[in-house]
């Protein structure tokens, strides 16, 4: 048994198995339902470490490496993602997806170096689509560059590298990739790493490496030492310029593009060239051991898969590279390659191979025995009876949650109906001694199993309280400024500092400063340098304002260009003080129409409670600067005496949601009912799916009420608000209804208020003198923005997009239907669904029509405003749960919907 499996959180359950089922798992088909796989392929990871495994789509990657990590340490296993484009598409993956690649490849290098290393690999995860991927054989050899206080390349020499590694050069680094140049001082973003760092030099020595904030450029802290992966997969060194140069030769049809490889020029979709310079490519298969244990899961979807990955992906590349000519080169050889045959990498793998069908057949060597669970969605009454049941049977019961808090108060629970379950950091021997126990752990397993013949039983939280949307997040804390960060300005830009005017941004200098600093490794040099924002005034004046002040200075945003001030002349304060005036005649009328608000005694939440935290600490993402601020004022709101009024103003996916929650949970926690109100009824729907996944858990009560519940289902939930026994209700206008009535009404949350009519926001009015109000839009109408901005209702911005939310790639240009087509096959090809937007009703029918001439087999669905109010809904709940490919549909999509 390695040490690894012993310090997982269920490492100690393959100790029941490992004599049962030892004839059972020889190398060939295993009969393992879906609830076993992870079990067994623990297993299969002592007999073949490192294990291949490989699974038909991302998402079963991602569910797969959260359960084999409860079994073999989550350090153990990785996941090795596919790029989010076609081998030959003319578009280079990301470079967060590169540097997560290129870590996996150097850990398995590492490991097959030494597999009893601290850090060594014990199994990979990867869907078919990434081992399908044509790639640099040399990748193998790479290895990041490390900087720190023994690196002798110097800037110069840094700078070079970056280069050739595929970074962009830029004047301000914001995202992986990048890298930016100013005196002595290289500020880049390793494409592998959670931050930005800044590194200066001294001479041709490294002074400090501080990694910072890629936000508002502030250091968050002082590193040693800092490893550098390649953004691109296909570096642009010597050997890739010399080469590029004779394929050119032999390639005219290629000319263009290898040249600009041959002069170290990187551009987007260079990685397209990889089997034109490597006729030969690698595999994953090739990077590890010649042994190397290959485990497929599903073997019939990963087959399915990967012949339609190499179809869609053929019939793409022609119109990618707009001919056959350039594609295949004019004696028909292919030189620029889609996906590989599946058979062909699979017999890449030259040792153990085993795969895991869901059922048994002639061919089968080994059957793993055991069941999966329905879920209990919170019903843990129901829970602990079965719980009760199995431990009476004699199985050991383990119980896993994926936090601490959660962990401690299922344990309270199942306390209260008689059941014995201590809290353990992993599940020991002992656990295991004599059966019938019962024990809970912390782990990111999801779903559990059932196995009698072992004497096991495991529930996991998805088990226990309903799928949840879970998904790794990168950390980047950071903090934007009022507005714009000094990345979005271009010298030139009229600004507003905050106590001298306005005037014109000119860049950022560095500019040395006389004082001791210390070198990385020890020793001191007699300079530091700072950088500087430069804002120029009139008469030639200049204000240098520290990189750590930049929050005074924003963009700006006036109608027309403004005049430049006088540094230190009296404008500005004149300016402001007609400002002041205007907005106090102005606030006047607005403060009588709130004075009946303001002097109304609302209710004082308590402080946050235990379940406050452990609901907080189980977001599944890490919250940005301007959450953490808006929740903070929020809570300060509520916790106040008079009743809240605030506006959340936020992009489409900054967070707001997240904030609504956490507002709900305080009041609920409290004692108090909550109604959350919203446009349409699909966006109820949504919520309720949110909410339900936030609070499992919890015993909160949560309906949602809208035209998809019945009468009677109605009147239960009229009845609950009444009584009591409803905590929170997600619904449309219905709840602003005469027979709505609440028993302990504390906090209401309005969802994007300027889509409700008159009628509706006189009834709100009518709430803000007696419970709190949230009211949470991405595009406030002007009368709401007015009060917020002159301060009669509260405001909270929330500027800064999560650090996890993908870019979005633009591409505009003329109407070409090639390139349509090329567009919806290419996302139907990663899983994705399409919205195709035609705003004219009298023929969108024939617009669907041509969409599903253009992409056969594609599932599509019409939706435009004309449509019944009932039937529309039914349409957008369908796409929203991924019923159909394809929504072709007028601007009506543009607002009161949430599709991930």
């Known amino acids: 048994m390695t040490t690894e499996i012993l310090a997982a959180p269920l490492g100690v359950l393959l100790n029941v198995g490992r004599e049962e089922l030892a004839e059972d798992l020889d190398p060939g088909e295993l009969a393992v339902g879906p609830a076993m796989r992870a079990y067994t392929l623990a297993f299969l990871a002592e007999r073949a470490a490192p294990l291949l495994v490989v699974v038909p789509t991302d998402r079963d990657a991602e569910a797969l490496v959260d359960a084999l990590g409860a079994f073999l ?13 076609l081998p030959h598409e003319r578009l280079s993956p990301q470079a967060a997806t590169v540097g997560q690649r290129l870590r996996v490849l150097d850990r398995l290098r590492r490991t097959v170096a030494d597999p009893r290393s601290a850090g060594a690999v014990r199994a ?12 640099d054989p040399r990748l193998a050899e790479r290895e990041p560059i490390r900087l720190d206080a023994a690196y002798d390349g110097g800037l110069e020499g840094l700078v070079n590298a970056l280069a050739a590694l595929g970074y962009t050069r830029t004047t301000l680094v914001e995202g992986r990739g990048e890298f930016a140049v100013r005196g002595g001082i290289v500020d880049l973003f390793p494409s592998a790493a959670d931050h930005p760092a800044r590194v200066e030099f001294w001479g041709d020595d490294v002074d400090s490496i501080r990694t910072f904030s890629a936000a508002d450029q502030r250091t968050l802290e002082v590193v040693e030492r800092l490893d550098v992966d390649a953004a691109r997969e296909l570096v642009l060194d010597a050997e890739t310029a010399d080469t590029a140069r004779l394929v050119a030769k032999r390639l005219p049809h290629l000319a263009d593009q290898l040249t600009q490889l041959a002069d170290g020029i990187a551009f987007e979709g260079m990685e397209s060239l990889v089997t034109a310079i490597f006729p030969a490519p690698a595999y994953l298969p090739d990077f590890f051991s010649a042994d190397v244990g290959l485990a497929v899961v599903d073997p019939i979807r990963v087959s399915d898969r990967a012949e339609e990955l190499r179809e869609q992906a053929a019939a793409l590349l022609v119109g990618e590279w707009d001919s056959v000519e350039t594609a295949r080169g004019r004696d028909g050889d292919a030189t620029i390659v889609g996906f590989a045959a599946w058979p062909d990498v699979q017999r890449r793998a030259r040792g153990p191979v085993w795969t895991l069908t869901p059922f048994s057949s002639n061919q089968t060597v080994g059957e793993i025995a055991g069941l999966g669970w329905d879920t209990f969605r919170g019903d843990i009454a129901t829970a602990a009876a079965s719980v009760r049941r199995l431990a009476a049977d004699g199985l050991t019961v383990v119980l896993t949650t994926a ?13 209260g109906e008689g059941i014995a379950a201590p809290v353990t950091p992993a599940v020991t021997n002992d656990d295991l001694a004599s059966g019938g126990r019962v024990v809970i752990t912390e782990s990111r397993l999801r779903e559990g199993f059932r196995a009698p013949d072992l004497g096991l039983a495991v529930l996991a939280e998805w088990d226990l309280f309903g799928p949840r949307r ?8 950071s903090k934007r400024l009022a507005g714009e960060t000094v990345g979005d300005l271009s010298p030139g830009d009229p600004v507003v500092h905050s106590v001298h005017g306005v005037g014109v941004y000119e860049g950022i200098v560095t500019r040395e400063l006389r004082g001791p600093t210390t070198l990385v490794g020890g020793g001191t040099a007699g300079y530091v340098t700072r950088d500087y924002v430069v804002v120029s005034y009139a008469g030639g004046d200049k204000l240098y304002v520290p990189s750590d002040q930049v929050d005074t200075i924003a963009k700006y945003v006036g109608g027309e260009r403004p005049r430049v001030m006088r540094l230190g002349g009296s404008e500005w304060e004149r300016a402001k003080g007609k400002v002041r005036k205007a907005v106090k005649e102005m606030a006047a009328e607005l403060i009588r129409l709130y004075q009946a608000r303001m002097h109304a005694e609302g209710h004082a939440f308590s402080p946050d409670s235990a379940w406050q ?3 907080e600490t189980a977001f599944p993402h890490e919250e940005t600067p301007d959450q953490v601020g808006a929740i903070d004022e929020v809570k300060q709101d509520m916790e106040a005496g008079e009743p809240m009024d605030r506006l959340i103003c936020g992009d489409v996916g900054f967070g707001k949601t997240e904030i609504a929650v956490r507002a709900a949970a305080k009041a609920v926690f409290d004692g108090r009912q909550v109604a959350v109100l919203v446009p349409t009824t699909l966006l109820a729907q949504q919520h309720g799916e949110t909410f339900g996944e936030r609070f499992a858990g919890f015993p909160v009560q949560i309906r949602v009420l809208s035209r998809f519940s019945g009468p009677r289902e109605q009147r239960e939930i009229l ?4 009584a009591g026994t409803v905590d929170l209700v997600i ?4 709840l602003l209804g005469s027979d709505v009535e609440f028993r302990r009404l504390g906090l209401v949350v309005v969802d994007e208020e300027q889509r409700f009519g008159v009628g509706h926001k006189e009834r709100l009015k009518q709430l803000r003198t007696s419970v709190d109000v949230l009211t949470m839009t991405a595009t406030p109408i002007p009368r709401t923005m007015e009060m917020a901005i002159t301060g009669i209702r509260d405001l909270s911005t929330i500027d800064t997009p999560p650090e996890e939310r993908q870019p979005v790639v633009t591409h505009v240009g003329e109407w070409d239907e090639s390139m349509a087509t090329l567009a919806l096959r290419r996302e139907l090809l990663r899983e994705g669904q399409v919205f195709w937007v035609h705003n004219q009703v009298s023929t969108i029918a024939a617009a669907a029509q041509r969409v599903r001439e253009l992409v056969p087999g594609a599932r599509v669905e019409v939706a435009h405003g004309h449509m019944d109010e009932g039937t529309l809904e039914k349409v957008m709940v369908r796409f929203w749960q991924r019923e159909f490919d394809v929504l072709v549909a007028t601007t009506i999509i543009e607002s009161g919907l949430d599709v991930p």
Not at 403 to 415: D, I, K, Q, S, Y
Request: proline share 9%.
């Open 73 to 85: 340490r989550e350090d153990a296993v990785v996941g090795f993602p596919a790029w989010e484009t």
């Open 124 to 135: 990979v995860v990867a869907p078919v689509r990434a081992l399908l991927q044509p790639m």
């Open 403 to 415: 936090g601490h808090g959660p962990a401690l108060r299922l344990a309270e629970v199942l306390r």
């Open 470 to 477: 879970s998904r790794t997040s990168r950390r980047l804390p």
């Open 613 to 615: 935290s452990e609901l």
């Open 719 to 722: 009845d609950g608000l009444a």
């Open 731 to 734: 619904g449309t206008h219905r």
